[in-house]
């Protein structure tokens, strides 16, 4: 049997939780409270893996800087507009946006992605391979563009494939 990293459990979950946001609370049969203790599993690891703190857009609330999870994991807000970059002569300065969902570094400048599963501008079109490919390559969908920072890809592709959650998502049916 093909061994999956934590990286595939992490992919599956923002796709469970993302549906699990839009479902309407009923009584689940126990074939459902496996599945939901996935999305538990996965709404942890997004949690101790920090996703929402770049992806999901902040705002101001009574105590401070917060995520807006009304926006959980939809990335740059396109209508906040572009963050501008650094002077060349500022090689090691890195500012992110108040959304803190841009960021301006030697690199240029990134925005975070869209991980909900929406078609046209998230994950949607995602498969898991695709996925894994670019935790691991940091490459956008394995192939393209590289993955600039502040995304820690490198550090994600050491999650380990002996992680005893890869067996829970072995019978997570596939989206496609």
Known sequence: ?????????T????????????????AAPAAAQKT?????????????????????????GPEGPEPD?????????????????????????????PTNTAFSGPWGVS?????TPDQ??????WTEEMFLKAIRTGRHMGVA????PPMPWPAFRNASDEDPAIREISTIPSSR
């Open 111 to 115: 925005y975070t992605a869209n991980l």
């Open 1 to 9: 049997m093909k061994r999956r990293s934590i990286l595939s459990l």
């Open 36 to 60: 939901n203790t996935k999305v538990e599993r996965g709404a942890y690891l997004v949690k101790i893996m920090g996703c929402n703190d770049c992806h999901t857009p902040w705002k101001m």
């Open 120 to 125: 046209n501008t998230g994950l949607g079109i």
């Open 69 to 97: 999870m009304t926006r959980m994991l939809s990335g740059h807000p396109e209508q906040v507009g572009r963050l501008p970059n650094l002077k060349p002569e500022e090689p090691y300065v890195f500012s992110g946006f």
């Open 11 to 26: 992919a599956a979950a923002i796709a469970l939780i993302a549906v699990a946001f839009t479902l309407q609370p009923v």
């Open 145 to 148: 563009r590289p993955i600039m």
